[in-house]
């Protein structure tokens, strides 16, 4: 299948900064595909969103090189704008985001300005504000939410939109844990009922396993591992080496086949994990 | 050392806290838990004394924070704002943490000192300026800043939110062992239930303002009613022993399980050859 993501060597360092954040990505994402990705504090992970929103390099300056396409365009020579109507991201700074100060008016914006059709409008805010659960904040101002308020907002403004690859950069930190949860099954259906592709950048190893079906590791501006969720767990003292710890259902695998109890794959799930138990058991 | 009585917070005619009653005890690590908006951010500052409450009364040491102003609070508490940036101003890790001394009148030697112990204990490097640091080194010197001034409270909202899992451990480690060595008293809002099955032995779960309950974390973590009330998912480990009808508290993490599976296997195993060892 054709790509909706490849990135092609691209390398990008900010305007004033000694290393490169990104160094020699080579990335291919197809439509539909939900993919994690983890890292440590200064990897680049966030310099990869925002290579896909079109902010590297158009706001967030500096040299780039190599090719970026998305949905078939180079986000050097697209504009922010055309991108952003393909790519929906919501960053862990969801204040910077709002353009609005009360709920719903953040919801539309967007909406408006997307050439959504008027009738359609409010439905698609109906039913972005009751996904996230936050039907009763609508008449609220912005500035009166929680953290984790916040953050949904800025989740149901990016999902209203429909886009075809939805970026979430650290988008759920301050989410309630079933709120997370919550969010991670949303994106599943997302993927599965409009092919939505799916980027999650996040430290919630367990979630991400649980849900992603590719997990791609940075470090020092470079994707250093890319693969299948089970194959990437395989190797938890590389992971450790990285700074990325393993969802614990994997470390008790890890436990189970020392003391030769388990001799299966690691698991990445609660069933997977009671079944394993069971086994080890029997 | 910390003790709320029918603590009630309004504002705008809109109830954020309400009829909260509890006491938490010196040295004690409790984790503060439940949905987003259920208030536990405005729990936090009511403790510190940064608002006040609309009804009700809290006690810090004794006090009532009614009447406490916040530079006195803060020799005694510390507060660590979810986002560091809210606190750090120094041009440099050192100045940073000499200013909260030197606010206090803290004598200039007695001040080096305690700045030294805390740039070793919190392994910072003095001479950095904190906006070029990564978000959990400047969470640590945000730390650093409170621990310098030897406070017996720590109130922490969300220490470990952006972190990553390198960053979370040191974090966390480093509280626990404040807590541990030093008997400082924690007081900390987590979404993480990992975070709070290792590390907070007490769990306050907040819904909608009111204290939906208070007890032992692996307790209220197998309590199902009250994880959906309270918007919480039990940490991996406890909710698989669940699964497996493992009794509370027997087998909560990975090492446990491991070994709580080891001696099924082998029972089964003996269950399966019943003539074994007998004579």
């Known amino acids: 299948m054709d790509s909706l993501i490849l990135l092609e060597g691209v390398s990008f360092r900010y305007e004033g900064a000694g290393s490169r954040a990104l160094d020699d990505v080579r990335l291919s994402i197809a439509p539909g595909e939900f993919v994690g990705v983890i890292g440590p504090a200064g990897a680049g992970k966030t310099t990869l969103a925002h290579t896909l929103s079109g902010v590297v390099p158009h706001v967030r300056r500096g040299d780039f090189y190599g090719s970026a396409r998305v949905a078939g365009l180079d986000t050097v020579t697209a504009s922010v704008v055309e991108l952003s109507k393909t790519v929906g991201c919501v960053f862990q700074d969801v204040e910077s985001q709002f353009v609005t100060t009360m709920v719903e008016d953040e919801v539309l914006f967007a909406l408006e300005n997307f050439d959504v059709p008027r009738d359609e409008i409010p439905a698609r805010v109906d039913r972005a504000l009751a996904d996230l659960n936050i039907t009763d904040l609508r008449s609220r101002g912005i500035s009166t939410l929680s953290g984790g308020q916040k953050q949904k907002v800025a989740l149901a403004a990016a999902l209203a939109l429909a886009p075809s690859a939805l970026v979430l950069d650290e988008a759920t930190g301050e989410l309630d844990p079933a709120s997370s949860v919550q969010v991670f099954g949303l994106l599943s259906q997302l993927r599965r009922e409009r092919g939505t592709t799916i980027i999650v950048i996040e430290q919630k190893i367990m979630l991400l396993c649980a849900y992603a079906d590719r997990l791609l590791v940075m470090d020092q501006g470079r994707v250093v591992i890319d693969g299948p969720v089970r194959r990437t767990l395989e190797q938890p003292d590389r992971l450790l080496s990285l700074g990325v710890n393993c969802p614990r259902v994997t470390t008790l695998a890890a436990r189970l086949r020392e003391k030769e109890l388990y001799h299966g794959p690691p698991p990445i799930n609660l069933d997977e994990a009671e079944t394993m138990v069971r086994e080890a058991m029997a | ?279």
């Open chain 2, 1 to 279: 050392m910390i003790r709320l009585e029918n603590v009630s917070y309004a504002i705008e005619s809109r109830e954020l806290v309400s009829g909260v009653s509890l006491r938490v005890g010196a040295g004690e690590f409790a984790a503060l838990a439940g949905e987003n908006g259920a208030g536990k951010t405005t729990l936090l500052k009511l403790v510190m004394g940064l608002i006040k409450p609309t009804g009700g009364d809290i006690l810090v040491g004794g006090a009532s924070t009614r009447g406490l102003r916040v530079s006195v609070m803060a020799r005694t508490v510390g507060y660590l704002f979810q986002n560091p940036d809210r606190q750090l101003f120094g041009a440099t890790v050192r100045q940073e943490l000499a200013f909260g001394l030197d606010f206090l009148g803290v004598a200039k030697d007695e001040a080096d000192r305690r700045v030294g112990e805390t740039l070793d204990l919190l392994k910072l490097d003095p001479d950095r300026a904190p906006t070029s640091l990564s978000r959990g080194e400047r969470q640590r010197v945000a730390l650093a800043s409170l621990f310098v001034r030897r406070p017996r409270i720590l109130l922490l909202d969300e220490p470990t939110t952006g972190l990553d899992y390198r960053e979370c451990v040191q974090m966390m480690e480093t509280v626990s062992r404040l807590n541990r060595e030093d008997g400082v008293t924690v007081l900390m809002v987590t979404h993480d239930m990992e975070v709070a099955l290792d590390f907070a032995p007490r769990m306050l779960a907040l819904s909608g303002g009111k204290l939906l309950a208070d007890g032992p974390t692996r307790g209220l973590m197998r309590d199902e009613a009250l994880l959906k009330r309270a918007s919480l998912v039990p940490a991996q480990m406890v909710a698989l022993a669940r699964r497996l009808g493992i009794a509370p508290g027997e087998a909560d993490d990975a090492l446990s399980l491991a070994a709580w599976v080891e001696r099924r296997a082998g029972v089964n195993a003996k269950g399966g050859m019943p003539d074994a060892g007998r004579p």
